[in-house]
């Protein structure tokens, strides 16, 4: 839509700009004056060529970042419905394919009340403008931070049901939170990960964080804010290091930890107000920094029965030493020599059952994985976070460790059968190093063609995951920051991050780099 064009907007000009210098955008209030006072009449559109004229002084990105900042805000204040940002963008076309000519649409001077139902039983509006000049329609999705559009999931049904699909299985959190599964469901096709309602446990951490405290599922203490200022006042009398994380999806990206008032602040304007990560940043969650080892156990759900997978190790800085940005993960080990019986035997009392027994009573049994962040800290393991989903690098070296037929663990947790598995694991160690574009996570050049894939092939025990790579011209060339999991078994951690070590010297690209002290901790055991 144009930049200018505010609609769905209260009749009168005086709560739009009391609205608007309330959301703290007095810097942009010339875009206000771009209205006349007859302007906003229900009976009229705002005269798109003084518009232009206008706005030729601002910024054109900060006029939509405002106008979808203040729409979200209109929405919130006046309707109470939550609208995600950013909001969702596409062509008249689009938009009739996917909801066709006899759904209700918002125009201009819209009753409230009606604004407000048809959010609530489409969970999607349409704004429309400059569509006689093959302009674009805005759409707010107002059900859902980060997910899959129902297009690209319906897409995937067709595919599912034209090659007879017999069993999917779900590995990215965006189509999960977007309700991929319950489209299968519908379809009456069988797959594996948990309903769109059960997969909110990763689409928002403010949820997964009140149901820790309601159930007392151990966690570090926190707060939810939707308000950058009360964020930010908040902070001011806060205990510092302190753990900013935006709400929903961040690709493992949405987490900053603050070690002054200053970084904090800095944190809640890149979360909430520049939006770095997109919608998942329009609530956030203010938590108490913890400290301790950080481990990460897999688990298979069924819906009431929970069998735990081994434990694992993660490095998330970019650089050695544990410096540089968060990723999504640079390399991982498994088992963790800190994870022991007694760590084993407190989590399955107080974090693995209980988590499981709170969604089935939230009226939202989980079915699939759930990966259990946790932080052993001096007064006891404390969940930092769950993903909804096989964790990644994780699932690289844990899975090679599994003796039990991984199909049949799927089928099992779909039927409810869960308690009939034997669960077993080796008695041996894995560990996976990321190969990674430099300069990820900020950024980096794609393309290059990768050298010595092949080699794995005539070695038993190693592993290359493929991440972020692609064929091109015949050969596979990378396409990402994380690039391959180079990942190798060994009967013990030394010998496995030994063996880990010797692969990632088979494979070469122009701009490789990989942190070389990956699983430094296991000497520290």
Not at 260 to 270: D, F, M, R, S
Request: aromatic share 10%; proline share 4%; net charge negative.
């Amino acid at each position: 839509v144009h930049p200018g064009n505010f609609y769905a907007l209260p009749q009168s000009p005086q709560i739009f700009k009391q609205l608007l210098m309330c959301a703290g955008y007095d810097r942009y209030f010339q875009i206000v004056k771009c209205f006349r006072d007859e302007d906003l009449r229900a009976d009229r559109q705002p005269e798109f060529t003084q518009i232009d004229m206008e706005l030729s002084f601002v910024d054109v990105d900060d006029v939509i970042d405002v106008n979808e900042r203040l729409l979200a805000k209109l929405f919130k204040e006046i309707l109470n419905v939550e609208v995600p940002l950013p909001i969702q963008r596409m062509t008249w076309q689009e938009a009739m394919d996917r909801f066709g000519s006899d759904k209700p649409d918002i125009r201009f001077g819209m009753e409230l009340q009606d604004v407000s139902e048809v959010v609530k039983d489409c969970g999607f509006v349409v704004f429309k403008g400059a569509l006689e000049n093959g302009g674009s329609v805005r759409g707010i999705n107002a059900k859902g931070q980060g997910a899959m559009p129902r297009k690209k999931i319906d897409k995937l049904v067709d595919f599912a049901k034209e090659k007879e699909i017999d069993l999917t299985i779900i590995g990215m959190d965006d189509p999960l939170v977007g309700g991929v599964v319950d489209a299968f469901e519908a379809e009456g096709l069988r797959v594996f990960g948990p309903r769109k309602n059960a997969a909110i446990l990763e689409g928002s951490k403010a949820f997964s964080k009140d149901l820790m405290k309601k159930y007392h599922i151990p966690t570090a203490a926190y707060e939810t804010f939707s308000d950058p200022e009360a964020a930010e006042k908040y902070l001011e009398t806060a205990k510092f290091p302190i753990v900013l994380k935006a709400d929903g999806l961040a690709l493992g990206k949405g987490v900053l930890i603050c070690n002054t008032l200053e970084e904090a602040k800095e944190g809640v304007k890149t979360i909430m107000l520049d939006k770095k990560f997109g919608s998942a940043g329009n609530e956030m969650v203010i938590e108490e920094f913890m400290t301790g080892r950080e481990v990460s156990v897999l688990s298979f759900v069924d819906g009431k029965t929970i069998k735990t997978m081994s434990s694992a190790q993660d490095h998330k800085r970019a650089g050695d030493g544990d410096t540089g940005l968060n990723t999504g993960g640079m390399g991982n080990f498994s088992p963790s020599p800190f994870y022991t019986e007694e760590v084993d035997k407190f989590c399955k009392k107080y974090i693995y059952q209980p988590t499981v027994d709170a969604m089935a009573a939230e009226g939202r049994p989980f079915k699939g994985v759930i990966f259990f962040g946790l932080m052993l800290t001096p007064d006891g393991p404390k969940v930092l976070e769950y993903n909804a989903r096989f964790g990644d690098p994780e699932a690289q070296v844990v899975l090679p460790r599994m003796k039990t037929d991984i199909i049949d663990v799927f089928e099992a947790c779909i039927d409810g059968t869960l308690d009939q598995i034997d669960l077993q694991f080796a008695d041996n160690a894995c560990v996976c190093i990321v190969l990674a574009s430099n300069g990820y996570p900020v950024s980096y050049e794609k393309g290059f063609p990768i050298r010595g894939l092949e080699t794995f092939k005539e070695h038993e025990g190693y592993y290359c995951f493929h991440a972020g790579t692609k064929f091109k011209d015949g050969e596979i060339v990378t396409n990402g920051g994380r690039v391959l999991g180079v990942t190798a078994l060994g009967d013990t951690l030394k010998e496995a991050r030994a063996n880990a070590y010797k692969a990632v010297d088979w494979v070469d690209f122009d701009n490789k780099y990989y942190r070389h002290d990956i699983g430094k901790a296991i000497d520290e055991a």
